[in-house]
C-alpha cells in the first residue's frame, strides 16, 4: 500500500469556493450519551470482543462539552494493541483521482478512566492518538486505503483539523474513522489512549 497523501494543520486554509457537501449521517455524532455504542448512522468497526465506541460528554469522566451540538463521540486505542473505529456508507463515492477536503474538530480528554485490558486494573486511557481516515469498496468496515491521517492529538480543548483525502486505488463507498497509536510506538508498547472527535464534514475540491 503506497503512504497516504497527508495534509493535517491547524488552522490550514483552503478556498472553500466551488466545493460540493458531501452529506453525511449524523457528522456531528448526536445520540444520548452512553457507553459501547456507535452514535446513530454508524456502525462498529472494531474488534468483536471488544466494546465499541461511546457517546460524550459524561462516560468514563470525560467533562468536555461539546463543539457542536450536544454529544461527540470517543475512540480509544487499548494496551492489548485493539483500537476502536466506526464507519458509514457514503451518499456518493470517493471517487478515485479526485480530491476531498474532510474537516473536523478533535481534542483529548486528560482523564478516561477504565479498565486496563492487559492488566484487568483500573487504568487512565490519556495518552494522545492520530484519527486515521480509511476508504472502503466491499463493506462498511472495509479498510482499503489508508486516505490520511492526523497527528497526535494533545491539546485537552477542541481544535481544527484538515485532512485533503485523494484515492488512489479505487472508488470508495464507505467511510471509516479510526484512533491509532503513535506510529513510531512498536506493539509490544501499545498503550492505553483516546480520541474525541465531534462537526465532521466532507466537501469535493474542484480542480
Same mark, same amino acid.
Given at each position: 500500500?503506497?503512504?497516504? %497523501?497527508?495534509?493535517?494543520?491547524?488552522?490550514?486554509?483552503?478556498?472553500?469556493?466551488?466545493?460540493?457537501?458531501?452529506?453525511?449521517?449524523?457528522?456531528?455524532?448526536?445520540?444520548?450519551?452512553?457507553?459501547?455504542?456507535?452514535?446513530?448512522?454508524?456502525?462498529?468497526?472494531?474488534?468483536?470482543?471488544?466494546?465499541?465506541?461511546?457517546?460524550?460528554?459524561?462516560?468514563?469522566?470525560?467533562? +468536555?462539552? *461539546?463543539? /457542536?451540538?450536544?454529544?461527540?463521540?470517543?475512540?480509544?486505542?487499548?494496551?492489548?494493541?485493539?483500537?476502536? *473505529?466506526?464507519?458509514?456508507?457514503?451518499?456518493?463515492?470517493?471517487?478515485?483521482?479526485?480530491?476531498?477536503?474532510?474537516?473536523?474538530?478533535? *481534542?483529548?480528554?486528560?482523564?478516561?478512566?477504565?479498565?486496563?485490558?492487559?492488566?484487568? /486494573?483500573?487504568?487512565?486511557?490519556?495518552?494522545?492518538?492520530?484519527?486515521?481516515?480509511?476508504?472502503?469498496?466491499?463493506?462498511?468496515?472495509?479498510?482499503?486505503?489508508?486516505?490520511?491521517?492526523?497527528?497526535?492529538?494533545?491539546?485537552?480543548?477542541?481544535?481544527?483539523?484538515?485532512?485533503?483525502?485523494?484515492?488512489?486505488? *479505487?472508488?470508495?463507498?464507505? +467511510?471509516?474513522?479510526?484512533?491509532?497509536?503513535? %506510529?513510531?510506538?512498536?506493539?509490544?508498547?501499545?498503550?492505553?489512549?483516546? +480520541?474525541?472527535?465531534?462537526?465532521?464534514?466532507?466537501?469535493?475540491?474542484?480542480?
Amino acid at each position: 500500500m503506497r503512504s497516504p %497523501t497527508i495534509v493535517a494543520l491547524f488552522a490550514f486554509s483552503l478556498s472553500l469556493q466551488g466545493q460540493n457537501t458531501i452529506r453525511l449521517q449524523n457528522p456531528s455524532f448526536e445520540d444520548k450519551i452512553k457507553c459501547c455504542d456507535p452514535p446513530t448512522g454508524w456502525y462498529n468497526c472494531g474488534p468483536s470482543d471488544e466494546s465499541p465506541t461511546d457517546i460524550q460528554p459524561g462516560m468514563f469522566k470525560v467533562t +468536555l462539552p *461539546a463543539f /457542536d451540538g450536544d454529544t461527540y463521540l470517543s475512540m480509544v486505542v487499548r494496551d492489548n494493541s485493539t483500537v476502536e *473505529a466506526i464507519g458509514q456508507r457514503l451518499p456518493e463515492p470517493l471517487q478515485i483521482g479526485s480530491q476531498y477536503l474532510l474537516r473536523v474538530q478533535l *481534542a483529548r480528554s486528560d482523564i478516561f478512566l477504565s479498565l486496563s485490558r492487559t492488566s484487568g /486494573d483500573e487504568a487512565n486511557y490519556s495518552t494522545p492518538v492520530m484519527l486515521r481516515v480509511w476508504g472502503g469498496s466491499h463493506s462498511v468496515c472495509d479498510k482499503k486505503e489508508l486516505l490520511g491521517q492526523t497527528p497526535l492529538i494533545t491539546a485537552t480543548r477542541w481544535l481544527d483539523y484538515e485532512l485533503v483525502l485523494e484515492p488512489q486505488e *479505487a472508488d470508495y463507498t464507505y +467511510l471509516i474513522l479510526e484512533a491509532y497509536y503513535s %506510529t513510531k510506538t512498536p506493539k509490544e508498547l501499545h498503550y492505553n489512549g483516546n +480520541l474525541l472527535v465531534d462537526n465532521l464534514s466532507l466537501q469535493l475540491l474542484e480542480n
